[in-house]
């Protein structure tokens, strides 16, 4: 039987046995009230929390839902590779065919290799970097999100300042900050690592200005050091070949997760002939990295996305949605920002530095079984339908009147 009312009591167990009652980005501590910590279920574009309630669905779990919860066809091939065994003593074929197949899709891929996180796929770019160059300096985008290690974790705690001693910043989107940081590496820069846009949460999103993406093209052919694309969580969203393929910059090495298994745990590296030699002479590995049934499960997900035309659908329904939200906007008399790919939209309101009408937006919107995200970037799926966006948009109207009352 579905279960009823049992958030609250999950969470007071939770607070006993879990540090924090819940670690990292998926801790509801960080949401309004409104919003449940725990779900019960999932299919399509549809969430079931441990309350019984149910919720249309605009964050996808945080990105890799990518053709919707439990896609028949992905989960087949998930399920056919789980009768014939999942961990064995090495890869299974799967893997040279999975590797064959991002070869064949993504731009710049010469080769590819295969791990479980994003954190994993980022550690690495970063390794093959360094060992490839035989340097040290890392430029990262101020801001940026990147993983959740000490090299590039968001907390400081726990972390030392050895730990980013080789790490240099510089902002997304500014040429001239870029060239002042590689600079300032000198003849020691191995990478320069960007995300496929900007999209760090509660601020506007910027897309990458091609300007910006040729600047870190042209920096890393005159130096030798990589471009390291982190398509971690733009990855397969945006364009099937990559994020940047469009820009018509192609990086040297490609962080992907999320995305590339509809759910299943798997991330990747890719890279070009000019690092392969580096790719093997580092030491990566994991327990769970070669896991078959993620691997079918990808290859499912890719050819699907690939074939079905997945990428316009998501576009397309995230641009019902952006329209239909700034049309309710001006109709309430309420300043809202829009920012980023409309498949990866993120809402901010005007003059709302504490988050306090978003806040009250997204709680509204929750109880009216849509769950939007406050101020972090939301995913849209090939399982959206044009009537699921119709129906969150009823959702919206009433908590944009909401917001209106309280804030005028
Ligand atoms: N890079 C980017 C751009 C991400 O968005 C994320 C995850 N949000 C990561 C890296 C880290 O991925 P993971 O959480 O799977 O380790």
Redesign the pocket.
Known sequence: APPRDQDRALRERARKVIPGGMWGHMNAARLPAAFPQFFWRAEGCRLWDADGNEYLDFMCG?GPMVLGYRDPDVDAAAAAQARLGDIMNGPSPLLVELAELLVGTVAHADWALFSK????A?TTCVTIARAATRRRKILVARGS????VPWCTPSLAGVTAEDRAHILHYDYNDPDSLEAAAQEAGDDLAAILA?AFRHDARRDQELAAPAFARKARALCDASGAALVL?D??AGFRLDIAGSWEPLGVRPDLS?W??AIANGYAL?AVTGSDAFRAAASEIFVTGSFWCTAVAMAAAIATIGKLRDGGGIAQMAAMGQRLRDGLAAQAAAHGVGLRQSGPAQMPLILFEGDSDFERGNLFTSETVRRGVYLHPWHNMFLSAAHRPADIDRALEATDAAFAAVAARFG
């Open positions: 945080f996180n994003g954190t994993d980022t999100y990147h993983g959740a995300t982190d971690v969580r962080a997760s999320k991330a």
